[in-house]
């Protein structure tokens, strides 16, 4: 495994001393990075934790005089067969006092009783099965559950007119989570789900081509597809152009991770139409994303690939942890009290207001219903449709198997 060490932010761990007036004196906070850097879903990782840099890089002053040490490493596999050895090293070895990243959901899952051990708070900026934060009281989610923007897009969907829908899914805990969702949410609206279709493992990208004709041979109104962003993105709409689904009259529908940012300029005219519910886009308007965006391309080039959900969670994820060590002043040493602190958060970044819901340490953020055109300058964006304000998890409001538990 590869370690990465953000140098400028590096000192050693002190512990916590206090001067003659009794203010605490400077802490360098040591924070573990678990995201796929290699591999078919490395672009994921590399999306947020440019995005992790960047707020570093920008509000280091915010916490002075304390600092951060950020500890890197390879998550690994989205079966998350690693990560539980590279969340241990993390923590016993180079005693990281906070946990971030977690790309995969079964990476988070593996670790939660490990960190329930530690005592270590996970601050997840992806992960998105639902019921992961009641895993362990030492989670908080940054990100979103797959909850958040699937069970809205199914009331939506059959508003726009999908009567019946297939449903086509990665194969692992948070498609299955994120289909459910989206199935409850649509036959609750009138809709009617007709086929079920997984798409094999998250490891590899796979042809989509037999499964789609499985699709488009049975007519359905829509097809709602979860992929895990990145490759699978595009091999997806790539499959989805070559069949000619949208003319056989199949619409492509969805959650974000389908048109992710950094993909979307070469999916071409077949994404043209697709609808999706996400919590950011970088055609997203408010002043935070437009300072974000400038940000973003100063740093990394005006020709870099453009922040997408996951990079603006990660922010958002950097922005509560810094707020915390604020909070605390420095003194993070206590899992529990760090957790505490979490609950209730808020603030405003590239995706508009967020919060952490203090009874369930989840998200709280808007779903915007993003449609894909072709913008006046020629290059692929999106417009909104619809906004639902300050959603919650909603497979925990109706405590939904694991979610109620």
Same mark, same amino acid.
């Given at each position: ?13 002190? %512990? ?7 203010? =605490? ?10 995201? %796929? ?24 002053? *915010? ?47 593996v670790l939660a009783p490990v960190v329930t051990q530690a005592k270590v708070p ?7 099965t639902a019921w992961i934060t009641n895993l362990s009281p030492y989670i908080v ?13 199914? +009331?939506?969907?059959?508003?726009? !007119? ?10 692992? +805990?948070?498609?299955? *989570?994120?289909?459910? =969702? ?7 609206? !009138? ?10 493992? +998250? ?6 081509? %037999? ?59 077949? =994404? ?33 690939? +453009? ?6 969670? !990660? ?34 970044g590239p995706r508009g207001s967020v919060s952490i819901d203090p009874e369930t ?14 913008? %006046? ?8 449709? =619809? ?5 919650? *998890? ?12």
């Amino acid at each position: 495994m590869r370690t990465f060490r953000c140098l400028g932010f590096a000192a050693l761990a002190l %512990p916590l001393a206090f001067t003659l007036d009794g203010s =605490a004196q400077a802490e360098t906070i040591k924070i573990g990075v678990m995201l %796929p850097f290699s591999g078919a879903n490395a672009d994921l990782g590399h999306q947020v934790d440019k995005a992790f840099d960047l707020y570093i890089k920008l509000h280091a002053k *915010d916490i002075a005089p304390h600092k951060v040490e950020i500890i890197k490493r390879d998550e690994g596999s989205p079966t998350g067969a690693s990560a539980k050895a590279v969340g241990t090293e993390l923590m016993v070895n180079d005693k990281v006092q906070i946990l971030t990243g977690l790309m995969f959901s079964p990476s988070a899952i593996v670790l939660a009783p490990v960190v329930t051990q530690a005592k270590v708070p996970m601050v997840i900026a992806n992960a998105g099965t639902a019921w992961i934060t009641n895993l362990s009281p030492y989670i908080v989610r940054l990100s979103h559950s797959m909850w958040h923007p699937a069970y809205p897009m199914g +009331p939506f969907a059959f508003k726009s !007119g999908c009567k019946t829908s297939a449903v086509a899914y990665t194969d692992f +805990p948070p498609g299955k *989570d994120s289909v459910e =969702a989206f199935q409850m949410g649509f036959e609750k609206a !009138g809709g009617k789900v007709t086929l079920s279709v997984p798409l094999g493992s +998250p490891v590899q990208v796979p042809d989509f081509t %037999p499964y789609f004709q499985r699709i488009k041979d049975a007519h359905p109104d829509c097809m709602y597809v979860f992929v895990p962003g990145g490759a699978h993105a595009s091999g997806m709409m790539k499959a989805y152009g070559e069949l000619g689904m949208r003319k056989a009259g199949v619409k492509l529908i969805g959650t974000a991770d389908i048109i992710p940012d950094n993909k979307l300029q070469d999916m071409g005219d077949a =994404a043209i139409g697709t609808i999706v519910m996400g919590h950011y886009s970088a055609d997203l308007v408010n002043a935070q994303n437009t300072a974000f965006l400038k940000a973003w391309f100063e740093t990394y080039g005006k020709d870099a690939d +453009p922040p997408d959900s996951q990079s603006a969670a !990660g922010w958002d994820s950097m922005h509560a942890i810094f707020d915390t060590i604020k909070k605390l002043n420095g003194d993070v040493s206590d899992g529990a009290k760090v957790i505490e602190a979490m609950k209730g958060w808020s603030g405003v970044g590239p995706r508009g207001s967020v919060s952490i819901d203090p009874e369930t340490r989840d998200i709280v953020e808007d779903e915007h219903a993003f449609e894909v055109i072709r913008k %006046p300058d020629g290059r692929l964006g999106v417009k909104v449709l =619809a906004t639902t304000k300050q959603v919650k *998890d909603e497979c925990k409001v109706l405590k939904i198997g694991r979610c109620g538990s």
